[in-house]
């Protein structure tokens, strides 16, 4: 990777997007041919809303060199963006094949996955990506949320309660931990977790009618 390849991803990291567009452009003046700075220009334009130039300097990094990972992975989210999640699948799977092994691109791919209600298809890259970031709350969640859609209880609420354990202050964490103990019959548990969800957001609304649903059945 050039200097200005360097230069101009650290503008990037600091929110310096035109200086990182400068820097990027000097690049691929001094070598048109340079894939990486062409990714790296494309990104910029990402991040300012640009998508369909991105698209356009992801794919032409493609024909520059085609075994480039991350143009793929850059293309997919793109795709992903723009709600076409097939697409969005091929160039994850390719990014993957091509050696990108992050655990973003595994979340992404299984994300893809859910938004297509492939769960059982989603499941190995969510856990993939699970695995190798620990810390990934949101991995950790729709993780959760795939195991729970292929009826893995115990499993969804492991994932669950190990995002309760991080300090993790989000409401549908501790709903769906709630769903996941009423389908074990639980109900107790359950109400528990439908009533910390409605501490964190009063107006939870499937929080709320779980919480009445599970109240009326406790007084029978």
Do not use: W
């Amino acid at each position: 990777m050039t200097d200005k390849n360097k230069q101009g991803i650290q503008f990037m990291q600091e929110g310096k997007l035109e200086e990182a567009a400068k820097v990027f452009t000097e690049a691929l003046e001094e070598n048109p041919s340079d894939p990486i700075a062409t990714v790296n220009f494309g990104n910029v334009l990402a991040a300012i809303g640009d998508s369909e130039r991105a698209l356009a300097f992801y794919k032409r990094a493609i024909k520059l060199d085609d075994n480039l990972a991350t143009a793929y992975y850059s293309v997919g989210t793109i795709y992903f963006e723009m709600d076409d999640l097939p697409k969005s699948v091929h160039f994850f799977s390719v990014a993957i094949e091509k050696g990108l092994q992050t655990s973003d691109v595994f979340f992404m791919l299984g994300l893809t996955y859910m938004g297509q209600e492939q769960f059982k298809l989603a499941l190995p890259y969510l856990q993939r990506a699970v695995e190798l970031n620990q810390e990934d709350e949101e991995a950790k969640f729709q993780y959760g949320l795939c195991l729970a859609q292929v009826s893995l209880i115990d499993e969804a609420i492991k994932q669950f309660e190990e995002l309760v354990d991080m300090d993790v202050e989000n409401s549908d964490v501790f709903f769906n931990l709630g769903v996941a103990y009423a389908h074990k019959d639980e109900n107790k548990k359950a109400l528990d977790m439908f009533n910390k969800a409605l501490d964190i957001q009063p107006d939870h609304l499937l929080a709320g009618n779980g919480k009445r649903l599970l109240e009326q059945a406790l007084e029978k």
